[in-house]
């Protein structure tokens, strides 16, 4: 059994893009692995994960083999009639292919294939050193890295994502003779920047995370994340409060860290009259900092800063933290109070200037088309009108905001604030930071009624302006975000269980759209309206895709619904729920075989089918039995349908499987006679219009 040996590979650089060197230190794990499964080369992987720190990306393997195992080699050589001629002599064909092998032809080995017999030459040779593999293995994988931008640096032709200082290579307890960037390769690594500045001497790969911890780095990424979040909590408790910890500032802190501490600061009160969200987004956006929240989650004026040092003086520290936030704090104070002077209703006026698109017109234009659609939509769903379209005018108001302009990201709590400070009804309020939700993937949909009614009209009115002024999305362009407002639209209408017409909604977006981009004649109104609701139908694929919803069923309610012109996507939803639980049941595959078959047999039927079957024509026991299970189907079925009850329908469809295995093993479809089988025709017509009232169950059929 080939040894093992744990393998430590230590990259040391300037410090690394915060942003990308998570990815980057996964694609270089990745693509050792890779480049040493390419070779053969046995990994005992373990729980190994990447290892980095702001200035170093690590591969540590608890063990690799020292070596490849044998490598077989077998060269196909000249089939038997070109190899010897009429004597059994070897032609020059053969004795070159020998020599080519460095052998004597009679030492060579036969094989057949398809086309005869045929030399072959096999060998064996030894392995070769793992330690003589890894600096090609090195080179592979740093190829392979996603830098989208390397840096030079002095007058070597190399790049990086930044400058190479040192580069630790053992396997086991020997350095590997490398060069990498100009760096030879040996066993000194190098510790915290300021605590540390001298090199770490690892004697061995396993002591590598204990020798960087006492050299004040912590290079397991997890262990690091752990200690900021510990000291960032206990700092907020000191201070009275909870730490709000962002997922995405904690990733971005904990790759600016080798040592992080815990620094606790304050700032003043007065600034707590600003939004939150505006404080929150500089402490995290442009300063990496953690707010603390009081128990009702309302910022308090603490917060937390992470330093990269054990000082000695933590007091100079806060006071920097606490100074480089201070004028971004009054700045949202002098927009906010600005803004406050001139009212929500004011700011609207310059909307009309601004404009939204050359065809679509200006940003006030938008209000309108979209504040008459929430009109529209309101009472379908119990939201007063008045209220719609006084939030729809109101919600783009705050573009022209200061304190928008300042921090866009506040597009709508702005809105949010500054119509409460005008008096408007708090539902109004609500609804105008709720029409942009979903904000981002993952984020709940809006949830208040009125607030529902706003971002719909909102998405229908961008996704309808969008396909009509010809910007719909190719490739990776997407300059309106119609892919995101599609599945926002569509979410909002599924998760809020509105019925609302799919098909009636995008027809009123069109209709609302300027002149200019009204559909002409050789691009007529129902194709926007195909379009967009495939649009739609695709962006759902993948909603339900990451739900686990098999593609087949997906597609089987797709068919289905683009049959129906007035279907509403929370039907749809409906559906797909009922065709799941429809798929479980034993009778679903057969049946799914026997739609398919079904419309199979329809499809190259040339008679006119009949609406009904004649009763007098049925002349089978099986064709009899299975009419009989058909019409008793329809009435079971009919009040389930109409009230959206589709596991119950479907349930009771499953029990037709006796009859329709029956008919379909003792039943002839196309005889002779036109008017037996047109009757059959039509017998299962009516068979395959209750079988997809659901859904098009034939595509669950393999």
Known sequence: MTATQPLLIELGTEELPVKALPGLAQAFFDGVLAALEKRGIAVERGDAKPLYSPRRIAVLLPGVATEQPEQASEVLGPYLNIALDADGKPTRALEGFAAKAGVEWTQLEKLSDAKGERFVHRSTKSGAKTSELLPEVLREAIAAMPIPKPMRWGDHDYAFARPVHWLVLLLGEDVVDAELFGVRADRMSRGHRFLHDKPVWIGHPNDYVDALRSAHVLVDVEERRARIVAEVNA????????????????EQVNCLNEWPVAVACA???????????????????????????????????????????????????????????????????????????????????????????????????????????????????????????????????????????????????????????????????????????????????????????????????????????????????????????????????????????????????????????????????????????????????????????????????????RMIVDASLYDFDRRIDAIGTFAQLPEAAALAAANKRIGNILKKATDEIPQVEDADLLREPAELALAEAVEAVYGETGHALAHGDYVDALAHLARLRPQVDAFFDQVMVNVDDEALRRNRLALLKRLADRLGSVAAIEHLSA
């Open 267 to 561: 700032f003043e009160r007065e600034f707590l009259a600003v939004p939150q969200e505006a404080l929150v987004a500089t402490m995290e956006a442009n300063q990496k900092f953690f707010p603390v929240l009081d128990a009702g989650g309302k910022l308090t004026e603490h917060f937390i800063g992470i330093a990269n040092v054990e000082s000695k003086d933590a007091g100079e520290i806060r006071k920097g933290y606490e100074r480089v936030i201070r004028p971004r704090f009054a700045d949202a104070k002098f927009f906010f109070d600005e803004d406050l002077k001139q009212g929500l209703e004011a700011m609207g006026a310059g909307l009309a200037t601004v404009t939204y698109q050359a065809k679509l017109g200006s940003v006030k234009d938008k209000a309108e088309r979209v504040a008459a659609l929430a009109e529209s939509i309101a009472p379908q769903v119990n939201v007063d009108p008045e209220l719609a379209r006084r939030s729809a005018l109101l919600a783009k108001n705050d573009l022209q905001s200061r304190m928008v302009n300042e921090f866009p990201e506040l597009q709508g709590i702005a809105g949010r604030y500054y119509a409460k400070a005008a008096n408007e009804p708090a539902e109004v309020a609500l609804a105008i930071d709720e029409a942009y939700q979903p904000r981002f993937a993952g984020d709940d949909i809006a949830l208040s009624p009125l607030g529902k009614v706003l971002a719909i009209a909102e998405r229908l009115d961008t996704l309808a302006g969008g396909f009509a002024a010809g910007l719909k999305p190719t490739g990776n362009k997407d300059p309106f975000a119609l892919r995101r407002n599609a599945l926002g639209l569509a979410r909002t209408i599924i998760e809020s269980g509105f019925g609302l017409n799919a098909r009636g909604l995008i027809h009123k977006a069109v209709e609302l759209l300027p002149a200019g981009v009204q559909p002409h004649a050789d691009r007529n109104t129902e194709t926007i309206h195909l379009d967009l609701f495939e649009f739609v139908l695709d962006r759902l694929r993948g909603y339900y895709a990451d739900k686990g919803v098999p593609a087949q069923h997906f597609e089987a309610v797709a068919a289905r619904v």
């Open 235 to 250: 700092a907020a408790k000191q201070a009275g409060g909870v730490a709000r910890i962002d997922d995405d500032n904690l």
